[in-house]
């Protein structure tokens, strides 16, 4: 084998290994180019979420939508006054602080008159009356006490 063919040879291999670097460079510029790609677009349109994140609706309509005759944001009865109701109560505290109560206007009236002097609530102005009228029709107290006894009813023995 004469020096030229030795040439040739070394040739094709140098050839052949810049062939199989440039394959290998272009996979790997492949590979960055869509894992940044995936890692960009989960970040600013797929974020990861806490498993109780709660989707909050964006439209003015959805805020206020109102399902079997329940308020859906608050939990809160339909009926009138609602709405003010939803404004100033809720801006402060959650609505399961007015849900879980039942008082009558009169207390109703004072708490009120408590938040005013102690936490800060503002003057309600015209919008009290409604709003006394709405928490004492859908959340006074209620006089049903216990259970009534079930009747009709075939009780059995428990065996030991």
């Not at 070394?10 to 052949?16: A, E, N």
């Not at 005013?116 to 959340?139: A, F, H, K, R």
Request: hydrophobic letters at 40%.
């Amino acid at each position: 084998m004469g020096v030229e063919e030795k040439f040739k040879q070394s040739v094709k291999g140098i050839h052949t290994l810049l062939t199989i670097l440039l394959i290998g460079f272009i996979g790997v510029l492949i590979i960055l180019f869509f894992t940044i790609k995936d890692a960009t677009t989960s970040t600013t349109n797929s974020p990861v979420l806490p498993p109780d994140y709660v989707e909050v609706p964006t439209q003015e309509d959805d805020l206020d939508k109102i399902e079997n005759g329940i308020h859906v944001r608050t939990g809160f009865v339909e009926g009138e006054g609602l709405l003010l109701v939803v404004q100033n109560c809720t801006s402060c505290h959650s609505a399961k602080l007015v849900t879980q109560n039942r008082m009558s206007k009169e207390k109703w009236l004072a708490t009120i008159r408590w938040m005013q002097e102690t936490q800060n609530l503002w003057d309600l102005g015209v919008n009290e009356e409604p709003i006394l009228n709405y928490l004492s029709t859908y959340y006074a107290p209620n006089q049903i006490g216990r259970r009534a006894n079930l009747e009709n009813v075939e009780w059995y023995e428990l065996k030991e």
